[in-house]
Structure formats: structure tokens, C-alpha cells
């Protein structure tokens, strides 16, 4: 696949996608002969996965460690990729809890707006000519 097709595909523009390979996101690409780059269907999964990661609030610092691990090897990095993945759901729980937090407060506020909304318009009602309006 092309880069504007990935791009397409995945919701993300294509400035990010070199981004994410010069950074060290997702493995290198592969080039055609024109130096076009070429995504696999392996590509495509790590794009997947950085947007996902990336979705949840995970830090791009994090995200390169993790690529970085998984290309050293398997079996010498299980424990240290399970690791971090481990304290990443540590820290996007609490941050749901704080999400959670705020949108009960927010809930509050707009029924309070609600209330005053419809106390506004009782006495809109109110002062009303009965004759004219």
C-alpha cells in the first residue's frame, strides 16, 4: 500500500506516518524501485497499534521503547514489553477515573443549566401579556 493510502485507511495524514518511521514508531518501511514507500500487511499493524497506543494517551517515548524491545527479540524482551504495558494500564486507569470524575461534573453542571433554563423560561411565561403575546 502507498503512504496516502495507509493514511487514508488509518485516519492519520501521511506527515505523521514519516514521523512515526523516522522516530522509530513503526519498523522501517519498505521502498518500491521508484523510492515510493510501500506498506505490508505487518506495516499496517504496527500503524494500527501506535494509533491505538497513542488513542489511549500512551507517550511516544513509551511507544518507541516498546518497538525498540520488540525488535531485539522476542524472548529476551517478553518480561521488560509485558513491564511496560503493565504500568501504561496502571496509568490509563487512573486517567479513566479522572475522565470519570470529570464527566459526572460535568453532567452536574448541565443540569443545573437545565434547571435554570427552565426556571427562565416560567418566568419569561410570566411576565408575558396575555393580551399581546
Do not use: H
Amino acid at each position: 500500500m502507498t503512504i496516502t493510502e495507509v493514511s487514508q485507511k488509518f485516519d492519520i495524514s501521511q506527515d505523521t506516518l514519516r514521523y512515526y518511521e523516522r522516530v522509530g514508531l513503526i519498523p522501517r518501511v519498505n521502498r518500491n524501485k521508484s523510492g515510493i514507500r510501500d506498506y505490508t500487511e505487518e506495516d499496517c499493524n504496527w500503524v494500527e497499534f501506535i494509533k491505538c497506543m497513542r488513542g489511549a494517551g500512551l507517550p511516544i517515548e513509551v511507544l518507541i521503547e516498546y518497538v525498540k524491545l520488540f525488535l531485539e527479540g522476542d524472548v529476551e524482551t517478553l518480561e521488560a514489553r509485558k513491564e511496560l504495558l503493565i504500568e501504561q494500564r496502571k496509568q490509563l486507569l487512573a486517567r479513566m477515573e479522572d475522565m470519570k470524575k470529570t464527566l459526572e461534573r460535568i453532567d452536574y453542571k448541565i443540569a443545573i443549566f437545565d434547571e435554570r433554563i427552565v426556571e427562565a423560561e416560567k418566568t419569561l411565561r410570566r411576565t408575558e401579556n396575555p393580551i399581546c403575546g
